[in-house]
């Protein structure tokens, strides 16, 4: 009877769905798509759902117990920290991978590079005409992600320098929608991830100093010459580890990072 018990015991053990969840940033999507993909080829007993919605969505969701592990294209903000505190949920951190921002126009357009402080004045409304800059004469329409994105955030950081978007800003809901508008607006300027650069679009170099214009490659990304790369993380719930600590090893494994490469995006 006691040997039926332990038998039955190990059975349900290693037939039971172990469901994992994984929600936050559309930059970080494919990288969590294709690990979940590839770890549940590997862990049959594994349900690995992954959902999209922003940086800000994603740690929303990990602080309120809707999700496992959160993906952000930032770094928790230390109002986020205060938050989680307060709830007694210490979030642990971890580098996933890291990820070039390219700044794309549509292919029509003439214009090849520009400086930082080219596209803060752009995104900020002091440059409106592209012909201002040397290219024709045609309005600027500047799409950008909406504030609850962490690229939102890193792009207003690091090339705005902290100033606010121009009020006629177009806030798009995802990556997706960006390279879209892009694609099909003649005046158009937008950022996105380094790996959702496609055909129909136009990336283009980027100097800091105005002197040295670096193309988003993904080899200009690795050895950092392109100045505009940054890393991508996963925050869990640092009491909850044993849940997603078999996914999270698999995605930093000699495997999960050739994946990244594959997709890509730079690993660690």
Avoid: C
Avoid at 15 to 23: E, G, V
Avoid at 37 to 63: D, R
Avoid at 189 to 207: P, Q
Wanted: net charge positive.
């Amino acid at each position: 009877m006691k040997k039926n018990f332990i038998l039955l015991f190990v059975f349900l053990i290693t037939h039971s769905l172990f469901s994992q969840r994984i929600k936050g940033s559309d930059t970080v999507l494919p990288v969590a798509q294709k690990h979940a993909e590839e770890y549940m080829k590997i862990h049959s007993n594994s349900k690995v759902t992954v959902t999209g919605g922003g940086s800000g969505v994603g740690l929303s969701a990990l602080y309120e117990g809707t999700t496992d592990l959160a993906m952000s294209s930032r770094k928790i903000k230390f109002e986020e920290k205060i938050k989680f505190q307060k709830k007694k949920i210490v979030p642990a951190e971890v580098i996933v991978a890291y990820d070039a921002l390219a700044i794309i126009v549509h292919p029509s357009n003439p214009i090849n590079q520009l400086t930082r402080k080219q596209l803060e004045d752009i995104f900020t409304g002091k440059i409106r005409n592209w012909k201002q800059l040397g290219g024709e004469d045609i309005p600027i329409v500047t799409y950008s992600r909406e504030t609850s994105s962490g690229t939102y955030e890193f792009f207003k950081e690091k090339i705005l320098r902290n100033k606010n978007y121009i009020n006629s800003v177009l806030s798009m809901p995802a990556t997706g929608a960006i390279i879209q508008s892009v694609r099909q607006t003649k005046g158009a300027i937008g950022y996105v991830g380094l790996a959702y650069v496609s055909s129909g679009i136009k990336a283009i170099r980027v100097s800091y100093d105005g002197k040295t214009y670096v193309a988003p490659t993904f080899k200009n990304a690795k050895d950092k010459t392109y100045p505009v790369v940054r890393p991508l993380y996963y925050y869990y719930d640092k009491s909850k580890e044993n849940i997603i600590s078999s996914f999270i090893y698999y995605s930093l494994s000699p495997t999960g990072q050739k994946l990244i490469e594959n997709i890509g995006y730079i690993p660690r």
